[in-house]
């Protein structure tokens, strides 16, 4: 049987539309819901299924028709209230979901409290439509694990033709999820990379926020230093719109205390159709040879989109020198404080939960067998046998050299010498120096491969530097157009 869905309803809604139809009366959040569990129950569960969805709230459905029914009688709480939106497997939120990581361990967790980002999304009147799959554990299981892989939720597929081509990680199903258009907007996290990669691989918008923009709390932690969620949506506009609702200071997590006069409530102020003129943007494209022959770049669209800047109105320096920009980075605060914060996650579950400690993870694993160990465990392993993980000297001096290389001899130094007021990256080959330094970046659409591959160029700046990064990326957007969405 097909739903007889109002001819409203279709692909690429955007908030603006979806309100406009909900304050006239022309649908309701509960029809809108429904759509998007049509489209999940028929191309990610089934047709193509591209496996982005882990689960799906069971009380979306009479969430959707409490917000209905405040939106008649008392108006809307602003521009989230009934629009849906999914959240990366590892947000942890108070109700019949899980919240796993993408790890068998973790299947039957459900937490007691919301994380701090969904209780604000809840405060907003978004509707939280499901759990997407993921990398599992962030990309902290194995070397050899796939992108988008988890032992519990199996392989997510990039919408875009064929299933082999590269999906990102390791916020896979988040970014799928938009692209394919099974939500308005999702919420992923990064480390690094793990939300430009999936955005730039699946022709979505990807913010990696400030570190303290957004509370690191209720998320399954990966680092203590780098962690942070972000907006993944089809707009740089909706994208800006969840950014705002995002953001705020949690009293619990001392990493946003430093936000506080950074705050920004509306961040679709910044949205300028000339926000590239006059804007000085430094191109930095020294990645080593590898990445230049590697599937990740194409360089007639990068200087595409070096070319539309200058049509724009942009000041391009091209070339410009980040000193610190290839040099071998140590992974020590990633290697240390996974150990540190992941056991002292599992250290606080609920004792039926199976595992409560790193050791315990790793031998759950072998019980499995094939189910749990497709790709073995040996980034877990190698984390296992760390000792004294905060105080280990190797680990502090990487922590301070990180940040010093970052930023002092990385990207405030590259937009000081240059006066810039962001820098172009392809790609997300950017992603790392900008998580070390905590400082944000923007994944945009920038055309297609002749593959069908997605390709995507990254828009970076110094800490809190969100807006101006924003009004960059959408007078982008709005010179080009460039997203395409996937014929399922």
């Given amino acids: 049987m097909t739903i007889p869905f109002k001819e409203f ?24 819901t429904m759509y998007y569990m049509f489209r999940i129950a028929n191309f990610d569960q089934a047709g193509p299924k591209l496996n982005s969805i882990l689960e799906v709230n069971p009380d979306a459905l009479f969430i959707a ?25 590892n947000i942890e939120t108070n109700d019949k979901m899980h919240t796993s990581a993408g790890t068998i361990a973790l299947e039957n967790y459900n937490s007691k409290e919301d994380a701090f980002l969904v209780k604000r999304l ?54 799928v999820a938009a692209a394919a258009n099974f939500t308005v907007l999702s919420v992923g996290t990064e480390t690094d990379a793990s939300i430009l990669s999936p955005a730039i691989t699946n022709s979505v918008v990807g913010i990696k926020p400030t570190i303290g923009l957004v509370s690191r709390r209720g998320i399954i932690p990966f680092t203590y230093s780098q962690d942070t969620a972000g907006p993944m949506a089809r707009t740089v506009t909706d994208a800006a719109i969840l950014l705002g609702a995002l953001a705020g200071i ?6 946003t205390h430093k936000s506080a006069g950074s705050l920004v409530s509306d ?40 070319r539309t800047l200058k049509d724009e109105g942009a000041i391009v320096i091209d070339d410009i020198d980040i000193p610190s920009f290839n040099r071998e980075w140590s992974w020590a605060v990633s290697l240390y404080e996974l150990k540190a914060s992941l056991d002292h996650f599992l ?50 001096n990487a922590k301070l050299e990180d940040i010093y290389f970052s930023q002092d001899q990385g990207i405030d130094f590259a937009l000081k010498k240059y006066d810039l007021d962001a820098i172009l ?64």
């Fill in 122 to 175: 809840r405060e907003a009147g978004a509707v939280i439509l499901g759990k997407t799959n993921m990398t599992e554990l962030a990309n902290g299981m194995s070397d050899e694990m796939w992108a988008g892989y988890s032992s519990r939720g199996g392989q997510v597929l990039n919408p875009y033709g064929d299933a082999n081509l590269y999906v990102g990680g390791s916020s896979s199903g988040s970014a």
């Fill in 250 to 255: 949690d009293e619990l997590d001392a990493a």
């Fill in 425 to 488: 990256f392809p790609s997300y080959i950017g992603s790392t120096i900008c998580a070390k330094a905590g400082y944000p970046s923007i994944a945009m659409p920038a055309g297609f491969m002749k593959s069908g591959r997605p390709f995507g160029v990254t828009f970076a700046g110094t800490a809190y530097s969100e807006g101006v990064l924003l009004k960059v990326a959408y007078a982008f957007e709005q010179a080009t157009k460039h997203r395409r969405t996937p014929n399922l």
């Fill in 347 to 396: 250290s606080k579950l609920p004792p039926h939960i199976p595992v409560h400690s790193i050791t315990e993870l790793i031998a759950f694993n072998k019980s499995m067998g094939g189910r749990a160990l497709k790709y073995g465990q040996n980034k877990l392993e190698n984390r296992e046998s760390l000792t004294d993980t905060l105080r280990n000297p190797e680990y502090l």
């Fill in 267 to 306: 961040y679709t102020e910044y949205l300028d159709r000339n926000g590239l003129r006059n804007a000085k943007i430094g191109v930095c494209n020294r990645a080593h040879d590898e990445f230049h022959a590697s599937a990740e770049y194409d360089e007639t669209l990068f200087y595409d989109v070096v």
């Fill in 65 to 89: 028709e409490a917000l209905d029914h405040e939106r008649a009688s008392k108006g809307i709480r602003g521009p989230l209230h009934g629009i849906p939106i999914v959240l990366k497997d």
């Fill in 9 to 32: 309803f279709k692909e690429e809604l955007t908030i603006a539309e979806i309100q406009s139809a909900l304050e006239k009366g022309d649908i309701t959040s509960k029809e809108l």
